[in-house]
């Protein structure tokens, strides 16, 4: 499962609906046109959806995607359950650490599933029990209006200490842009996440293939 995840988390893409919407698309266009600029991983994070909307969107995300990469639903297990009940082609799970414990979801969905779990602190990191998640998402590294009521950025400086703690592969979050991915990669991570650096793109696609031919050009740590 691993390695599978690795190569999920270069260029991974947070859907936002209203950031979509505020540029004329829906969220599945804008997953289509990232999904062929070269994004590795969509997170569907419905923050404003209902329980019912949001299945509807995982599956028209889904059926789009098929298998050209992971599908995840955020916070919502049972959304990710029932859309997996249904036939779709879903990942996993991706859940904050306010939402169910990491313990229980894994037992929930499964050992083939695909767990990521949002983490700020190194304590966060040492509380996380071998077995249960595959991939940390580690931030804010930048300051984001995405995010209300995420904290300031803490900085790359503060990322590329941090990184060196998680105990399973880790993407950065918050506030990126092409010109950081370089020192993500340097400093360990196995990828950056998005949100308005894709979904706030007038061309979604160009957004994606930049993020993906900048994390590409530049060396894995030895
Ligand atoms: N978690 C920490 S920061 C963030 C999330 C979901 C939002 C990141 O959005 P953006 O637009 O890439 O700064």
Redesign the pocket.
Known sequence: MRQRVVDALPVYL?T?DG?CAAEGRTVVDTVRAAVDGGVTCVQL?GKTLSARELLQQTLEVAAAVGDRVPVLVNDRVDVYLTAREAGAAVAGVHIGQSDLPVELTRAVIGPDAILGL?AATPQQLANITPGTVDYV?I??V?S????PD?PTGRGLEWAAGIVTEAPVPAVA????RAADLEALKAAGFAGA?????I??ATDPEAAARALAERWAAHPAPA
């Open positions: 947070v936002d950031l994070r949002s998402g931030g804010p930048h984001t209006a995405t995010k995420a979050i918050g506030g990126l996440a998005v949100v308005s650096a979904c706030s």
